[in-house]
């Protein structure tokens, strides 16, 4: 049961020394009720106070491991319910579905796997293949699922009713801890066997919510702790009441036997590829985990990759490009010099318009913190002393033999103070919008 803050507060040390980031110890313990913050933020909390203060801090989502090394799958250990309040903390694992009755399944592993789209400076691929014995055959399903694992460096799920297929298969893939789907009421026992022989995470299948709390309290009582629920619930409506009722049941009401992270079959309750797309997209708003999808397209999976990217960015650390200076499109010392933010999106925005604008350029990017170039300045941290100081520090004059600096339009403002910073400099004001960069250079560089 969750501790309310002023239970939580009788057990911190009251000296209100703001170490934490709180003003007092009183507004550390509410907003560790709220889970908007963690114990560890206290370095004064004693070893006793930590043990009766561990329901308040322990995720109300256990974090599960799909997978080892690099592309594992972490998914659950959220604390909110809306991204707003804090941040979504694991992104959505997406994962493609292979049939071990499939022709070739391993190429079809190898294509889903091989894709990789790039935004904003981030690679982004799915994460997962699902082999699923559609053969009902052990040893083909066996087979397929350690060809798969061979040819593709991804998490995997094996799906399967019959607990001989999944152990002949867990013989030769169980090193990499894949999940095992599913436990339904039939087959729990034999199900939470296995997973506790080759140390996996299991899937719990129920029909409705008390059905899925009575298996995962099966479980845990055998000692299992890693679950993945599947509400069984499929379509747009019964699945995000599904998904929305355990999200605020774990979080709300800190009902910990549906406290875990969920996976999803969107394709089930698709009446065509563009309509499991949508009922994706859906679930990694609303709150799905793992999503696994029976179409691979890359007119799916792009849009579906980005909405991910979107949502699991925390809002309160915008993505950020390194300060520096950067070469595009092979540029000389008489190429120009532009200066920008270190937003990724404002960065790649004017970036990519340098690079097809057939100037190539220097681009000074300053450190504002992940700010766009109008926040930046409204905020003070993107202002004439910082521009001359990224100059110096990054050598910008070791690149370029003048000395033309272009400012962005919309802080044309800055250009007075610019000049006081850099004397011997001249100050040029570009276009404020990126889109119009090309354009300006053919103008007014020669
Ligand atoms: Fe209180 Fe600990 Fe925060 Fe200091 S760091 S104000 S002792 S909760």
């Given at each position: 049961m969750a501790?309310?803050?002023?239970?939580?507060?009788?057990?911190?040390?009251?000296?209100?020394?703001?170490?934490?980031?709180?003003?007092t110890c009183l507004s550390f313990a509410m907003k560790l009720a709220q889970r908007s913050t963690e114990l560890s933020a206290c370095p004064y909390v004693s070893d006793e106070?930590?043990?009766?203060?561990?329901?308040?801090?322990?995720?109300?989502?256990?974090?599960?491991?799909?997978?080892?090394?690099?592309?594992?799958?972490?998914?659950?250990?959220?604390?909110?319910?809306?991204?707003?309040?804090?941040?979504?903390?694991?992104?959505t694992g997406i994962v493609y579905r292979i049939k071990d009755s499939d022709a070739d399944p391993v190429a079809k592993a190898k294509e889903a796997a091989s894709y990789t789209i790039e935004r904003v400076g981030i690679d982004m691929s799915i994460d997962g293949i699902a082999v699923q014995n559609d053969s009902g055959d052990a040893a083909k399903f066996a087979k397929c699922a350690a060809d798969i694992k061979a040819a593709v460096d991804v998490a995997l799920i094996l799906i399967s009713s019959d607990t001989a297929a999944l152990k002949a298969a867990l013989e030769v893939i169980g090193d990499d801890k894949p999940l095992i789907y599913a436990a339904t009421v039939d087959n729990a026992?034999?199900?939470?066997?296995?997973?506790?022989?080759?140390?996996?995470?299991?899937?719990?299948?129920?029909?409705?919510?008390?059905?899925?709390?009575?298996?995962?309290?099966?479980?845990?009582?055998?000692?299992?702790?890693?679950?993945?629920?599947?509400?069984?619930?499929?379509?747009?409506?019964?699945?995000?009441?599904?998904?929305?009722?355990?999200?605020?049941?774990?979080?709300?009401?800190?009902?910990?036997?549906?406290?875990?992270?969920?996976?999803?079959?969107?394709?089930?309750?698709?009446?065509?590829?563009?309509?499991?797309?949508?009922?994706?997209?859906?679930?990694?708003?609303?709150?799905?985990?793992?999503?696994?999808l029976d179409n691979f397209l890359p007119a799916i999976v792009y849009p579906l990759l980005t909405t991910r990217l979107n949502i699991y960015t925390d809002p309160q650390k915008p993505i950020q490009m390194a300060a520096g200076v950067y070469p595009l499109g092979e540029p000389t010392p008489d190429s120009c010099l532009c200066v920008t933010t270190n937003f990724s999106l404002t960065y790649f925005s004017i970036a990519g318009e340098l690079e097809s604008s057939g100037f190539p350029s220097w681009?000074?990017?300053?450190?504002?913190?992940?700010?766009?170039?109008?926040?930046?300045?409204?905020?003070?941290?993107?202002?004439?002393?910082?521009?001359?100081?990224?100059?110096?520090?990054?050598?910008?004059?070791?690149?370029?033999?003048?000395?033309?600096?272009?400012?962005?339009?919309?802080?044309?403002i800055l250009k007075g103070e610019l000049e006081d910073e850099l004397p011997d400099w001249e100050i040029l004001i570009g276009p404020r919008e990126a889109m119009a960069i090309g354009s300006y250079l053919k103008q007014n560089w020669s």
């Open positions: 501790l309310t803050g002023v239970q939580i507060y009788k057990f911190l040390p009251k000296t209100n020394c703001k170490e934490c980031g709180f003003p106070a930590k043990q009766n203060l561990e329901a308040a801090s322990k995720p109300p989502i256990r974090l599960i491991t799909v997978g080892t090394g690099k592309k594992k799958i972490e998914v659950g250990n959220e604390v909110v319910l809306f991204r707003h309040e804090k941040t979504f903390v694991h992104q026992e034999a199900m939470i066997e296995l997973a506790k022989e080759y140390s996996c995470p299991l899937a719990i299948y129920g029909n409705g919510l008390e059905e899925v709390a009575g298996l995962t309290e099966q479980a845990t009582k055998a000692g299992l702790e890693d679950l993945v629920i599947d509400p069984a619930t499929r379509g747009y409506c019964d699945s995000l009441t599904a998904l929305t009722q355990l999200r605020r049941l774990a979080i709300k009401k800190s009902f910990s036997l549906l406290g875990y992270p969920v996976i999803t079959f969107p394709g089930e309750g698709a009446e065509s590829a563009d309509d499991e797309a949508m009922l994706a997209g859906m679930h990694i708003a609303k709150y799905s985990s793992i999503i696994v681009l000074l990017v300053c450190d504002t913190e992940g700010l766009s170039v109008l926040t930046a300045w409204a905020a003070g941290k993107f202002e004439a002393e910082r521009i001359a100081k990224a100059i110096k520090d990054f050598k910008v004059a070791d690149s370029i033999s003048h000395k033309k600096i272009i400012l962005p339009g919309g802080v044309s």
